[in-house]
């Protein structure tokens, strides 16, 4: 089945300790991005990559970092997180990238930092 | 800079009534494209339709149904005799051609409450 998964699911963690969330898709998409959702501003692109080793930030970079060395995996990475950062994760990826391909949503990661 | 505006926050109505949710885009983009996010109670985000600015031709399937009117920059669905399973919240959001990060903007979305 043609999917994007995520881990964890949901996850409660303290300021300062880092974190990573895992994004896997088996489509052999080129682009991948992650968003985060907060209330009463939609989705919000944080990150995105066109292709392996191709990363660039999306509208809401800071406190986040990415990577992709192989083209199905695309983590987030959280090296000092803040109460801010409390939001619900999503990951997307796309064939191509071109804008109307459309984008297949992972599960969503609901994050807590106290 | 693009720009999807979602007016309604909330909406509440009675089961079978017909229920229209208002999207407004901003580009200066002559290429782009609209699209619908239905997002239910567990979470997920439910990919509905894709419309290319090209393309107004209005579009129905089943219950739903979307009006695209470039005149006044709006993309409007509307759900024909609403079921307590469309209770969700839905999202409209742009891409551009133009847009290198091939992003899609999103509204804030409007949560549709359908009671039974």
């Known amino acids: 089945e043609a999917q994007v998964t995520q881990n964890p699911r949901y996850l409660i963690t303290v300021t300062g300790k880092k974190l990573t969330v895992t994004c896997s898709q088996n489509m052999n998409h080129e682009y991948m991005s992650w968003y985060r959702q907060d209330p009463g501003l939609g989705l919000r692109q944080i990150y995105y990559?066109?292709?392996?080793?191709?990363?660039d930030k999306g509208d809401v970079p800071e406190g986040y970092k990415v990577s992709r060395k192989e083209k199905r995996n695309f983590p987030l990475i959280l090296e000092s997180p803040s109460p801010n950062q409390t939001s619900l994760y999503f990951c997307?990826?796309?064939?191509?990238?071109?804008?109307?391909?459309?984008?297949?949503f992972g599960p969503g990661t609901r994050l807590t930092v106290t | 800079a693009q720009k999807v505006t979602q007016a309604q926050t909330e909406i509440s109505v009675v089961e079978k009534e017909d229920v229209t949710l208002d999207c407004v885009y901003e580009t200066r983009d002559t290429t782009y494209y609209l699209f619908w996010y239905k997002q239910p109670p567990s979470g997920e985000l439910v990919f509905l339709i894709r419309?290319?600015?090209?393309?107004?031709q209005n579009e129905i399937s089943g219950r739903y149904s979307w009006n695209f009117q470039k005149s006044t920059s709006s993309f409007n669905f509307t759900i024909t005799a609403s079921q307590v399973v469309d209770s969700a919240v839905y999202f409209c959001a742009l891409s551009e051609l133009d847009t290198g990060r091939r992003a899609l903007t999103f509204g804030s979305g409007t949560r549709l409450q359908v009671q039974p």
């Open positions: 419309r290319n600015s090209f393309d107004e």
């Open positions: 997307a990826s796309s064939l191509s990238g071109t804008p109307g391909d459309e984008q297949y």
């Open positions: 990559s066109m292709n392996v080793e191709v990363t």
